[in-house]
Each structure stands twice: as structure tokens, then as C-alpha cells.
């Protein structure tokens, strides 16, 4: 398995500023992932980050609001831009643990973040 | 793309009881099936996964069943605990080296004492 935290595991943040959630991974993972939880709802992938080339985002995301970046394989960061109370979200980052036949991923605590 | 449907919604059992959820998937190349428990406040936790190439995987008081002609699988929680209380999602991925998890909507269990 793999250890995941994020930071902040909270914010409170006004409209139209920016906020950028870290993911540390204890382990070097080649797949990280970006995922957004609203309310009671279910998970939405917003973004694939690969180290060493630019994130692939899912239909309805795009990088000038999301954008991504992976320095390393143990690190990513995700920005939510120019924000506005509907972003107000769960955000999660996963890891993607090859191991023998299994692609698993595991996911970290998630960044509770309210827009007012 | 793939299409994950998850029932029920909510579900509620006396502590001892089993439980059963029950999920769909449209794309019958999908053969990757996680289940994942998120407690109020924590990220998802991978608590069991089974490939197309089992029908059946237990761990303990949790088992998976997966029916591949029928695209269909479910997670069975016998003798359940309060601590069992929580958010069950299911999920479906083509598994290639680059997982990407379609997940169903979400089951709230809740196990009374």
C-alpha cells in the first residue's frame, strides 16, 4: 500500500482567489491522480498527473482552472483557480501501487475546501 | 465510456445482520473491480478488489462475487458491526498499467446496534 497525506486538510477561502492543495506519497509512484468529491456525492476524476509530462485532464476540467504539477514521483500539487462557492469540495489525490498483476490505487485524507 | 450503477442508495441492518450492495458496469472489457469504505471525514479506503479472472474473493467477514456475463458485482458484509457504518463505492477500470476508476454513486450503510 502507500502512506498519503495532503495539506491543507481544510480551508475556507473568499471567490475569485486561488488555492493550491499539496500531495506527498511515501513511496515513488509513476500515476497520480486528482479527484474532486462534492457533497454527498460520489468522486469525479478531474486529472491523470504522470512525473515528467503534463497531466491529462477529463471531459469538463481544464488546466487554467485545475492546474497540475508533479515535480517528482512523490509530489503533486493541484490548484483550484479563480474560485468560486461552487467549487466548494472534497479534493483527493490518489496513488496508483503496481504490484503482481494489480494496478490499485489508494487514496490520501482529502482537502475539505469551502468558498464563500 | 463506462458506467458504473450502484444500489442501494442507503441501506440499514441490525449489528449481526449481512449486508449485500450490488453494482453494474457497462463496458465488458472493464476487469478491475475495487470496493472502497469512506468514513465521515477520511478519504476512501480500498478494503477489498477482485480481477475478471476470479468469480469470488473473501476476506474475513467481506467477500466480493463478480459475474462477468452479466456485468455485475457485489460486496457481502457478514456480521456486521457499527463500525461497518459508512459510505460503500464501487468501481470499474480496464486495468492496462493506467487505471482510470469509474465509480458508482455510493451506498450509505448504517449498522444499528
Known amino acids: 500500500s502507500a502512506v498519503i497525506s495532503q495539506k491543507p486538510s481544510r480551508d475556507i477561502c473568499q471567490r475569485g482567489t486561488s488555492l493550491t492543495i499539496q500531495c506527498q506519497v511515501d513511496s515513488q509512484v509513476t500515476m497520480m491522480f486528482w479527484y474532486r468529491q462534492q457533497p454527498g456525492q460520489s468522486l469525479t476524476l478531474i486529472a491523470t498527473a504522470n512525473q515528467g509530462s503534463e497531466a491529462t485532464y477529463e471531459s469538463g476540467f481544464v488546466i487554467d482552472k485545475f492546474p497540475i504539477s508533479r515535480p517528482n514521483l512523490t509530489f503533486s500539487t493541484l490548484t483550484v483557480s479563480n474560485m468560486s462557492p461552487e467549487d466548494s469540495s472534497i479534493y483527493l489525490c490518489s496513488v496508483e501501487v503496481l504490484r503482481p498483476s494489480t494496478d490499485t490505487q489508494y487514496f490520501g485524507p482529502g482537502t475539505r475546501l469551502t468558498v464563500l | 465510456g463506462e458506467n458504473v450503477e450502484q444500489h442501494p442508495s442507503t441501506l440499514s441492518v441490525q449489528e449481526g445482520d449481512s449486508a449485500v450492495i450490488k453494482c453494474t458496469y457497462s463496458d465488458s472489457a472493464s476487469n478491475y473491480f475495487p470496493w472502497y469504505k469512506q468514513e465521515l471525514g477520511k478519504g476512501p479506503q480500498l478494503i477489498i478488489d477482485?480481477?475478471?479472472?476470479?468469480g469470488e474473493k473473501k476476506d474475513q467477514r467481506i467477500a466480493v462475487t463478480l459475474n462477468k456475463t452479466a456485468k455485475h458485482f457485489s460486496l457481502h458484509i457478514t456480521e456486521t458491526q457499527p463500525e461497518d457504518s459508512a459510505v460503500y463505492f464501487c468501481?470499474?477500470?480496464?486495468?492496462?498499467?493506467?487505471?482510470?476508476?469509474?465509480f458508482g454513486k455510493g451506498t450509505m450503510l448504517l449498522v444499528s446496534p
Open positions: 468501481a470499474a477500470s480496464l486495468s492496462s498499467g493506467y487505471s482510470t476508476l469509474t
Open positions: 477482485i480481477r475478471s479472472n476470479v
